[in-house]
């Protein structure tokens, strides 16, 4: 069964630091979400994307996120300047069209010190 | 603007047991619910989903849920747990009134299956 993967699975970077993290979505698969999980608390939306643009953002993702697919398999989360409050575990996201459910990625546990 | 409610943050129950999960969501359009699970240091797994149709849905390792519109409810249950069931549950509803159906999401419900 096709799966989205994500690499590193877990991630400790020192405060300001850049990290990306990197998804590999289903391959015939359109949509693409990041949503994060702060330890102890509900999932939340970070960003979609489609067509090569973001869709639609929330309010957590600042000018700090921004979200990349570089070429056609790889979608890529980048956080400029970490912070202790970005630690969290990132889900990847993918769905072959808005109207149909998504199926999530194991996550990257990102560990800011 | 969507939202979901999970009452109960843990739940307890004996294997064998039935086990019930509470969800309720709040749309403004006609929803699409989920059930996703998290073992353990893993990522989400989708168990069942409701767009249209039958509003009892089936799922996977024996759960089902029921869209119940008057009560805005959809309850996860199973009738018989197994030990293999502990995990955290998730219920979502997805914003089909936003720009590309983002999942929302409860705040989890934490099964703990007694032996």
């Known amino acids: 069964e096709p799966e989205v993967t994500q690499t590193p699975s877990h991630q400790v970077t020192q405060m300001g630091q850049e990290v990306i993290l990197r998804c590999v979505p289903i391959?015939?698969?359109?949509?693409f979400y990041w949503y994060r999980q702060i330890l102890g608390q509900k999932v939340e939306f970070l960003v979609s994307?489609?067509?090569?643009?973001?869709?639609?953002k929330s309010e957590i993702f600042d000018d700090q996120f921004s979200v990349e697919r570089p070429d056609g398999s790889n979608f890529t989360l980048k956080i400029r300047s970490t912070k202790l409050e970005d630690s969290a575990m990132y889900f990847c996201?993918?769905?072959?069209?808005?109207?149909?459910?998504?199926?999530f990625g194991p996550g990257t546990r990102l560990t800011v010190t | 603007a969507q939202s979901v409610t999970q009452l109960g943050s843990h739940v307890s129950v004996s294997e064998g047991a039935l086990v019930l999960l509470r969800c309720n969501y709040s749309?403004?359009?006609?929803?699409?619910l989920f059930w996703y699970v998290q073992y353990p240091n893993q990522g989400l797994q989708l168990l069942l989903k409701?767009?249209?149709?039958?509003?009892l849905v089936k799922g996977i390792n024996g759960f089902e849920a029921e869209f119940k519109k008057s009560e805005t409810s959809f309850h996860l249950t199973k009738p018989s747990a197994h030990m293999s069931d502990a995990a955290e549950y998730f219920c979502?509803?997805?914003?089909?009134?936003?720009?590309?159906?983002?999942?929302?999401f409860g705040t989890g419900t934490l099964l703990a299956v007694q032996p």
């Open positions: 996201a993918s769905s072959e069209s808005g109207q149909t459910f998504q199926y």
């Open positions: 409701y767009t249209t149709g039958a509003t």
């Open positions: 391959s015939n698969h359109l949509y």
């Open positions: 979502a509803v997805s914003d089909r009134g936003g720009a590309t159906n983002k999942l929302i």
């Open positions: 749309s403004s359009v006609p929803p699409y």
């Open positions: 994307f489609y067509n090569n643009e973001i869709s639609e």
